[in-house]
């Protein structure tokens, strides 16, 4: 018997929009994962209030605990964690707002939104915020279409989707992979190169 599903999931068309999308900006990502301008506590804030808008149990856990490992204590990953930013950075506040902005107009964020976003941290640590909301758009709808699979395997199917649409996207997601390893290396690459020179 099909039951509602209250949580986004993606079908291939929307998958693969929000998969070009961060792809697009893919170098950007690299360099806020390889040599981040914001901090951890920072950044894991920011995907946790991306997590709590989509409602991904996975990306919520996992980043729940990285941000533990980071130094932030249980209270403020809860409060987190409930869509409330009351325990926050005063100086983390527009990205958080932003983030959860981001999530509920799903990847269409207000333009004024947007350059405040951009007036208020400048163009390396936005950028930095931005590759980890748009990483977190594609794996938190990525996350939730996991779930519905799995309780359609458990004989409980989800409403306006289907086993194998389900199973494309659990598997169309890994396509991010190969091109994120190689701008890795050439990330990778690019600082060795800087390092020669540099001696020489």
Same mark, same amino acid.
């Given at each position: 018997?099909?039951?509602?599903?209250?949580?986004?999931?993606?079908?291939?068309?929307?998958?693969?929009?929000?998969?070009?999308? !961060?792809?697009?900006?893919? @170098?950007?990502?690299? /360099? %806020? =994962? #390889?040599?981040?301008?914001?901090?951890?506590?920072?950044?894991?804030?920011?995907?946790?209030?991306?997590?709590?808008?989509?409602?991904?149990?996975?990306?919520?856990?996992t980043?729940?605990?990285?941000?533990?490992?980071?130094?932030?204590?249980?209270?403020?990953?809860?409060?987190?964690?409930?869509?409330? !930013?009351?325990?926050?950075? @005063?100086e983390?506040? /527009? %990205? =958080? #707002?932003?983030a959860q902005?981001?999530?509920?107009?799903k990847?269409?964020?207000d333009?004024?939104?947007?350059?405040?976003?951009?007036?208020?941290?400048?163009?390396?640590?936005?950028?930095?915020?931005?590759?980890?909301?748009r990483?977190?758009?594609?794996?938190?709808?990525?996350?939730?279409?996991?779930?519905?699979?799995?309780?359609?395997?458990?004989?409980? /199917?989800?409403?306006?989707?289907?086993?194998?649409?389900?199973?494309?996207?659990?598997?169309?997601?890994?396509?991010?992979?190969?091109?994120l390893?190689?701008?890795?290396?050439?990330?990778?690459?690019?600082?060795?190169?800087?390092r020669?020179?540099?001696?020489?």
């Amino acid at each position: 018997m099909a039951r509602k599903f209250d949580k986004r999931i993606h079908n291939l068309k929307t998958q693969n929009r929000d998969i070009k999308k !961060f792809l697009s900006h893919s @170098k950007t990502f690299v /360099e %806020a =994962l #390889l040599n981040p301008v914001i901090s951890k506590p920072f950044s894991e804030s920011i995907s946790l209030a991306v997590a709590q808008v989509n409602g991904c149990k996975l990306c919520s856990y996992t980043h729940a605990k990285n941000a533990l490992k980071a130094g932030m204590s249980q209270e403020d990953v809860d409060f987190l964690l409930s869509g409330s !930013f009351e325990n926050s950075p @005063k100086e983390e506040l /527009e %990205a =958080l #707002l932003f983030a959860q902005h981001y999530a509920e107009t799903k990847g269409e964020p207000d333009p004024l939104t947007t350059k405040k976003l951009l007036d208020t941290y400048k163009k390396e640590k936005t950028e930095d915020i931005m590759s980890h909301i748009r990483i977190m758009m594609v794996s938190n709808l990525h996350g939730n279409t996991i779930e519905a699979l799995k309780l359609r395997l458990k004989g409980k /199917e989800v409403v306006n989707s289907s086993f194998w649409q389900e199973l494309g996207v659990t598997i169309n997601f890994f396509k991010i992979m190969p091109p994120l390893f190689f701008k890795m290396i050439e990330f990778k690459l690019s600082k060795k190169r800087i390092r020669i020179t540099n001696l020489n």
